[in-house]
């Protein structure tokens, strides 16, 4: 039972990449699912989230900006669009399964199910 992020990759500054989270042993409904990253040298940090009914949370406005999540109920899977890439945006990216239909903008806790996570890397 884990989530699996996949899609990373290495982009130039200005670049999109879409990370995918899909679930193997369990269904992704009707949990949110979050996205986090962590750079290295660096904790980790929550960059988005998507309840079970769709509405997408943004933890920072400069990835609001840029980035967008979705789901795809019958696929299993939660997307991550990032566009407008920034070398500070280079970081490993994993999903988690929140325990509970709903998101926080001030809470970022009660995520379980963390998998491997995918690598984005953007070059300057």
């Known amino acids: 039972v884990q989530l699996q992020a996949s899609g990373g990759g290495l982009v130039h500054s200005g670049g999109s990449l879409r990370l995918s989270c899909a679930a193997s042993?369990?269904?992704?409904?009707?949990?949110?699912i979050g996205w986090f990253r962590q750079a290295p040298g660096k904790e980790r940090e929550g960059v988005s989230c998507i309840s079970y009914y769709g509405d997408g949370t943004y933890y920072r406005d400069s990835e609001k900006a840029r980035f967008t999540i979705s789901r795809d109920n019958a696929e299993n899977t939660v997307y991550l669009q990032m566009n407008n890439l920034k070398p500070e945006d280079t970081a490993v990216y994993y999903c988690a399964r929140r325990r509970s239909r709903y998101c926080s903008q001030y809470d970022q806790t009660g995520f379980t199910n963390w998998g491997q996570g995918t690598l984005v890397t953007v070059s300057s």
């Open positions: 042993g369990f269904t992704l409904p009707p949990y949110a």
